[in-house]
Nanobody, 120 residues
């Protein structure tokens, strides 16, 4: 069993910054890809950013140049630094990790979500 705990969401004014964190724990041998997805009201969940085990990154066009994803493999954590936030960034942000478990199964796990609201 694997648990993900997210933190760092909140209310911020346009142009402001937030940093999201996601901590993984449980029966983990290795964490492969880690990512942040977001879902705005009335819209489908979409990928914001992802990072592979060796650090290769992928960003949605809408966040390139403003968001930075990073990870700490030793601490089993992934971060999303969000700068120059816009009202359209308002969404629930979900952490997703691909895990090789101690019973040698590869499974995806989702966090519970954290609300990010960008508003003046």
């Amino acid at each position: 069993h694997v648990q993900l705990v997210e933190s760092g969401g909140g209310l911020v004014q346009p142009g402001g910054s937030l940093r999201l964190s996601c901590a993984a724990s449980g029966n983990i041998l290795r964490i492969n890809t880690m990512g942040w997805y977001r879902q705005a009201p009335g819209k489908e969940r979409e990928l914001a950013a992802s990072i592979g085990f060796s650090g290769g990154t992928n960003y949605a066009d809408s966040v390139k140049g403003r968001f930075t994803i990073s990870r700490d493999n030793a601490k089993k954590m992934v971060y999303l630094q969000m700068n120059s936030l816009k009202p359209e960034d308002t969404a629930v942000y979900y952490c997703k990790v691909g895990v090789l478990t101690t019973i040698l199964r590869t499974l995806d796990y989702w966090g519970q979500g954290t609300q990010v609201t960008v508003s003046s």
